[in-house]
């Protein structure tokens, strides 16, 4: 939320084809994303010596990132995947076309997702 506020929402995608695709179904969907590197040096600071790895940094920083090398710990290196951080999933005055503070963030961009993947797109 502190890079993007609750106006958009952060993507990390384990491919450039499903990040493009993750985009494109944002676009149009109208729910902002903005991609993010997944670089390896983050998985030090979610290094743990309690548990075999921390969901987060103690210092709170960087936590969207974290939280994306956090997955990557337990999901094969040969299976794509994304990770979309809901940072908009709340905004007083609302959002887009919802008016509420709760706005569903998430939802459309789902359902393009998934429906431009079975079309094939």
């Known amino acids: 939320m502190y890079a993007l506020t609750e106006r958009m929402s952060g993507l990390f995608a384990t491919t450039p ?32 010596s309690l ?3 921390a969901q987060c940094a103690v210092e709170g920083k960087g936590d969207h990132i974290h939280a994306a090398r956090f997955l990557k710990r337990f999901v094969p290196d040969d299976i794509p995947w994304a990770h979309v951080d809901l940072s908009s999933a709340t905004r007083r005055g609302g959002l887009a076309h919802i008016p509420t503070e709760i706005t569903g963030f998430g939802a459309r961009f789902a359902l393009t997702f998934v429906l431009d993947h079975l079309k094939g797109k």
């Open 17 to 48: 084809a499903l990040a493009s695709s993750a985009l494109a179904a944002s676009g149009a969907s109208g729910e902002r994303l903005w991609q993010f590197p997944l670089p390896e040096d983050f998985d030090a600071d979610i290094d743990s």
């Open 51 to 53: 548990a075999d790895v």
